[in-house]
């Protein structure tokens, strides 16, 4: 029996795309180890990035484990994922690397960065930037989940890495019904993720409607009710909060478009959610990889992240017809087939046991 772990830091009681795909990454090590003597477990510590000193406490809590074995029992593969999992000690290391901690590099000094900065800070930045390099350097293959970041990790800290897209949990569910009445946004409910451009250019396009799915602790999430009825939008604005997988299937088969506008994002999952059940999406031209993939199959709609645009954007949206929503998704959805657990397990698994 070979055993295979995958690392996660988690922020606890937040659950996102990475810890979805750390649980599903696992999940199809498990069935395809089922006739090969394989098992995989996940393996997670909690995270704090505040203050900066947490970020190095961080670190060097996952340098200190050594994780060639437990149990006496050999762990022939850690497969190390976001910041800081890939500090952990093991002698067969894979790193499929979701991000690093964005702040030290794409978010620094950025409005989603913190305001101030001590002179300990700075150095404790720079001790952890050093060491982010070295760490990474010390594995190979490198694999990421998008060419975003990849071309973090080549401008940053000047190392190479191979694209391995990661499919959705939800792919093999979704089906492609109606197109509705209504654009759907997915995501948590965050100052990063923007929905509020959304709610703001559904107010100049008098039929678009819009569900948006997900939850919130933030001051942000909760600015977005008040939005709505600033803006007299409560019949045509749905905040839907947490829903089930079965209803959101069945939101992401019926809706006209998805609507995702995060800032330069990792990847983003609702955008190859959208394009399997055949709908176009509607981003901003600084969405990173979702506006990347948007571009690149013409799937779609990429504008300036102003309500302006986006209303342009929503008004054309609902000036087409099914057929001619089908066919704007047509490559999208040929993407998305392609990205298959297969590819990511034969690149990251099979090939380092």
Known sequence: MKRVIVLGAQVPFVRGGAELLNEELVRQINLWGKQRQVVAELVQLPYKWYPETEILSSMLAWRLLNLNESNGQKIDLCICTKYPTYAASHDNKALWLVHQHRVLYDLARTRFDVPHLTARDMAVRDALRASDKAL?????????????????????????????????????????GDYGDYVLCIGRLESMKRPDLLIRAAQQVPNAKVVIAGTGASDYARSLAPLVRELGLQDRVELAGFVEDATLLDLIANCRAVFYSPVDEDYGFATLESFAAHKPVITVDDSGEVGRIVQATGSGWVTSPTPEAIAESLADCYAKNPTQLRALAEEGHRLSATITWERVITNLVESRL
């Open 136 to 176: 990474l350097s010390e594995i190979e293959p490198r694999y990421t989940i998008s060419q975003t970041v990849t071309d973090r990790l080549q401008n940053y800290c000047g190392l190479s890495s191979e694209v391995l897209y990661p499919p959705s949990k939800l792919a093999p569910l979704i089906t492609s």
